[in-house]
């Protein structure tokens, strides 16, 4: 490959899920990936937060805040005490000073990351309608690219540019799996091609279950976690905190 050319992992939403993790590590490590973007929520729902965590901080070279780190970090929501006493006050820290974005150029592109929230005031989908969606791009962005809805999506916001979103490692919905993008283009050739590519493949999701049953007494809403997990559709009532 040219030296100039970069490969670039960008994985979100590892949420406690350790053996979804362990998957991705491999698949990463077969394709000679060693730049890793986490684009946030590497904590909470799953119940393996404090492994999740050091994985993320061992292995990846940009690590964004999402609404879940936020949460937990600042210590938001009491409901979230199985999630502070696992992670302990130094990872805690660490949560609370996580960037919330970061951009670089590829390939000539002006690249924008973020999670979704807290970035965003609320949610919105790739589907939204595309006023809602154009800020992103402020005040020079190309391609915009963020996480936080666990469904891997790419779409064109009028001239602005790209926007995609990447996936869930640990909570994919749409289809139940690991779910990450990666980014190829050039560092000094602004005309070289830019490509975004998705990847997902199937990993334990009955290991993941079993490792939320044997804390279900302690961890929060481990019945609707393990539901996401098996049929990748949205369990969680909408309570105006970390869903």
């Not at 000679?32 to 904590?43: F, K, M, N, P, S």
């Not at 809403?221 to 098996?230: A, G, H, M, P």
């Amino acid at each position: 490959m040219n030296p100039s050319i970069k490969r670039i992992a960008l994985v979100a939403d590892l949420h406690g899920n350790l053996p979804a993790v362990q998957a991705l590590e491999k698949d990463l490590e077969q394709r000679g990936i060693r730049e890793i973007y986490c684009l946030g929520d590497v904590v909470g729902k799953g119940p393996s937060s404090a492994e999740t965590f050091d994985w993320a901080f061992s292995h990846c070279q940009v690590l964004l805040q999402g609404n879940w780190d936020s949460g937990i970090g600042y210590m938001q929501f009491p409901n979230d005490k199985f999630y502070y006493g696992q992670l302990g006050p130094e990872r805690m820290k660490k949560l609370r000073e996580m960037p919330q974005e970061y951009s670089f150029t590829l390939s000539g592109r002006k690249i924008r990351l973020l999670h979704g929230r807290p970035v965003m005031r609320e949610l919105l989908s790739p589907t939204s309608a595309s006023e809602k969606l154009e800020w992103l791009f402020d005040p020079n962005y190309q391609v915009v690219g963020y996480a936080d809805i666990h469904r891997q999506a790419l779409r064109m916001i009028g001239t602005r540019g790209i926007l995609f979103n990447t996936g869930a490692v640990g909570n994919g919905l749409g289809v139940p799996m690991v779910q990450y993008t990666i980014l190829t283009g050039s560092e000094t050739d602004g005309d070289a091609p830019f490509d975004i590519s998705f990847v997902t493949f199937p990993y334990d999701r009955e290991a993941a279950v079993a490792d939320a049953e044997k804390v279900q007494k302690d961890l929060p809403k481990w019945d609707l976690y393990c539901k996401e997990i098996r049929t990748a559709r949205y369990s969680r009532m909408n309570s105006g905190k970390n869903d």
